[in-house]
């Protein structure tokens, strides 16, 4: 009857509890069940300062507080902040304070019992002595956690190579595999044994066999989809590349010409070096991409062209470095003094100053001025006319259409629509910001990135 009563009181105080917890305004950096567990921890380590030996009321209904925590924790999204290694943490101390209070409590409790129940002192010297059993000393099982959270996970480079990427995932593969099996044996092992309760032994199961294994599963994905990227983002300028003729001077001096040489190597050889890594991870992982062998055969196709068009275009180098310089009418200013950003995919990967100063990643790469003069490295390499011509190098590579429609060696490559929006092989992918009408010099960036250095 007392242990009903104590049960529905416990549930009634916790579902009170719970309640004014929901009415609270939730934390912004921490999801709701995050910011419940850590509330109901700090609740439980509160009641245990005021806990009084042989109080098993307060003992159960914290107990439950406990239990209560673990479960927000399990289901809470925001497992990736330095807050929830915290409660983690926390609760697993609290969890073993509570069982050694209960260990203190029941110690107490069977010597009292076993005080009571002693024969006199002359009886007790007439008994035998018993066998001694050996002491058994407890197990922390806290520590097989942590090489499982994220902050002890092993790091990979941006750059690793093929035998550090094999390094690091044989390892992260461990810890799906192996050395799981052989932590959750180490579990069954102290249960057995008695130096672990059922409950510990529990806790530490769930958080390295399930939760701690969503953090591993995340990772590994999240460096297959990096890999992926650097490939697919070579393919366009690899395409460009294979496409230059031997005898196209001003397309081998845009690829391979004065600085453009090295950077263009450095970023085929980077996409190849993560060719490699992503077939390292096929071996670990399994799986695969299937169409990747041909996205990397384009790649090599362009790492060997660049080295024919090298020379091609030093000796185009020469001759423009020695060229008469020509003086152009002046244009009347025709593009709008405007800052702006150039979104793609979800980011900026662009952006324009009001005098037309133009960077990508951090570097002032360009200036497209007010009248359509596109200057690279000090130097006069294009324009966009005001009748939408687009030249560079000495040729008219493209147009740009008054409907928004972008063309680029006789075909349509891409579309700007007047909100601004912006289309990339059939679909929107991009996004001028603010537009206001203006959408040539982001029209440059977008279809004709390939002559501007990076």
Request: charged share 25%; hydrophobic share 40%.
């Amino acid at each position: 009857m007392g242990h009903t009563m104590l049960n529905t009181c416990c549930c009634f105080l916790f579902q009170v509890a719970l309640l004014i917890t929901m009415a609270v305004d939730q934390v912004q950096a921490m999801d709701a069940d995050l910011n419940l567990a850590t509330r109901t921890i700090n609740e439980v380590s509160k009641g245990l300062e005021r806990l009084r030996p042989g109080d098993v009321s307060n003992y159960n209904r914290l107990s439950g507080k406990l239990n209560k925590a673990a479960k927000y924790l399990e289901s809470t999204k925001s497992k990736s902040l330095p807050e929830f290694a915290a409660a983690v943490k926390r609760w697993g101390e609290l969890q073993s304070r509570m069982a050694e209070i209960a260990t203190a409590w029941n110690a107490a409790q069977q010597k009292a019992r076993a005080a009571a129940s002693l024969p006199p002192p002359a009886a007790r010297q007439a008994l035998a002595p018993a066998q001694a059993m050996p002491a058994v000393e407890p197990v922390d099982l806290d520590p097989l956690m942590t090489k499982y959270q994220r902050s002890a996970l092993p790091r990979l480079a941006e750059s690793a190579t093929p035998e550090q990427a094999r390094v690091w995932a044989e390892h992260m593969k461990a810890l799906q595999t192996t050395q799981l099996q052989s932590d959750l044996a180490t579990i069954d092992s102290a249960l057995a044994s008695g130096t672990a309760s059922q409950s510990d032994a529990e806790r530490v199961r769930r958080w390295i066999s399930e939760m701690f294994q969503d953090n591993i599963k995340r990772t590994v994905a999240r460096q297959i989809q990096i890999n992926e990227g650097i490939i697919d983002s070579m393919l366009y300028s690899s395409d460009l590349i294979n496409d230059v003729k031997l005898d196209d001077k001003n397309g081998a001096y845009r690829f391979a010409g004065d600085d453009k040489l090295e950077n263009n190597r450095m970023r085929l050889d980077n996409a190849l070096r993560a060719g490699a890594v992503a077939a390292v991870f096929d071996e670990v992982f399994g799986g695969g991409n299937p169409v990747r062998a041909g996205k990397l055969n384009r790649i090599e196709s362009a790492r060997a062209r660049l080295d024919e068009l090298a020379p091609v275009a030093a000796q185009q180098a020469m001759r423009l470095a020695h060229a008469p310089k020509k003086q152009r009418p002046v244009t009347k200013d025709f593009l709008a003094p405007i800052a702006q950003e150039f979104w793609l995919n979800g980011s900026v990967m662009a952006e324009s100053e009001a005098d037309g100063s133009i960077w990508i990643e951090a570097n002032d790469v360009a200036d497209i001025t007010h009248n359509g003069r596109i200057w690279i490295d000090s130097n006069e390499r294009g324009s966009v006319e005001p009748n939408g011509e687009v030249w560079f190098d000495g040729n008219q590579v493209g147009s740009l259409e008054p409907n928004g429609e972008v063309w680029r060696g006789g075909n349509q490559v891409g579309l700007i629509e007047q909100n601004g929006t912006v289309w990339i092989d059939g679909s929107p992918a991009g996004e001028i910001v603010p537009f206001q009408g203006e959408w040539k010099r982001a029209a440059l960036l977008y279809y004709f990135r390939d002559f501007f250095p990076r």
